[in-house]
């Protein structure tokens, strides 16, 4: 059985950072893109970042250059470090996992899902 396992949520402060990890089991993911999504409170859920097999990110708009998507292929885990929280970054945060190695930013084009772990920023 294929699954993403999330953790690295929390509370934190406006200005502040945390750092998320997903960790996949039952299958290898080494050739595939990996990424995250979030999901705020009656809204849709939205990409984050992402990442190739070998290495190449890509983000939202509206993370670029605060958060950092990275990966241990060995360790089958990729990780969201995020700085400069803001209120607007508080949502339900979604591991993701694709059989091909090609990004895609929209919801359709990934295959595997973990369970989300909530971020929430907050003075």
């Known amino acids: 059985q294929v699954q993403l396992v999330e953790s690295g949520g929390g509370l934190v402060k406006p200005g502040g950072s945390l750092r998320l990890s997903c960790a996949g089991s039952?299958?290898?993911?080494?050739?595939?893109?990996m990424g995250w999504f979030r999901q705020a409170p009656g809204q849709e859920r939205e990409f984050v970042a992402a990442i190739t097999w070998n290495g190449i990110p890509a983000y939202a708009d509206s993370v670029r250059g605060r958060f950092t998507i990275s990966r241990d292929n060995p360790k089958n885990t990729i990780y969201l470090h995020m700085d400069s929280l803001s209120l607007r970054d508080t949502a339900v945060y979604y591991c993701t996992a694709s059989t091909g190695v090609v990004v895609v930013t929209s919801r359709g084009g990934w295959q595997y899902w973990g369970q989300g772990t909530q971020v929430t920023v907050s003075s």
């Open positions: 039952g299958r290898t993911f080494g050739n595939n893109a």
